[in-house]
Every structure is written in C-alpha cells, then in structure tokens.
C-alpha cells in the first residue's frame, strides 16, 4: 500500500467524532513520525529479525459503516458457551 493511502485512512481516522478530540494532535504528529520514517525495516538493528513485508505489501483500507453485519450474528452457532465472547466481523 503506497504512503499516500495511509494518509488517507488517516484522515478519515481524524474526522471520526467518537474519537476523544484532545489526543488529536498526539495522532496527527505521530503520523507525521511515521510518513517521514515509514516502517521499519531490517537495516534497523531492533528490527532485524522481523520482516514486515507482508504488512507493508498489503491493500488495508478503515472499516466503513456498511461493512458491518447486515444482521445480527447468531453466537450459538459458534459452539462457545459460558464464555465472554468478541466477534469482530469486517473490523466491526
């Protein structure tokens, strides 16, 4: 995924209102660390073991609205009871 669309994933990030506004501009300048640094890579001594290409090489885009479950999920289908359960669906 090329820096650009990151920028634009973020910027939708920032115009969210259900994030607290005050942490604003602690996002915008670590973005900011982020585009002028851009991810890590094996040169880097702590990251020389770690190969982030599968990440750096992939097409992400946030979770919209009609990505959501059209419906309610049916848990029991599942097979997990007594339990605290999160299910995440389309990043929802």
Not at 8 to 13: A, D
Not at 33 to 43: A, H, L, V
């Amino acid at each position: 995924m090329h820096i650009s669309n990151y920028s634009k994933q973020f910027e939708k990030i920032i115009k969210r209102n259900y994030f607290n506004q005050q942490l604003i501009p602690y996002r915008k300048d670590a973005f900011t660390q982020f585009i002028k640094m851009g991810f890590p890579s094996r040169k880097w001594e702590e990251w020389r073991f770690t190969d982030l290409s599968p990440i750096t090489k992939g097409n992400y885009r946030l979770s919209e609205i009609n990505d959501a479950p059209k419906k309610s999920i049916d848990l029991k289908l599942f097979g997990i009871e007594k339990l605290n359960t999160i299910v995440i669906y389309n990043g929802h």
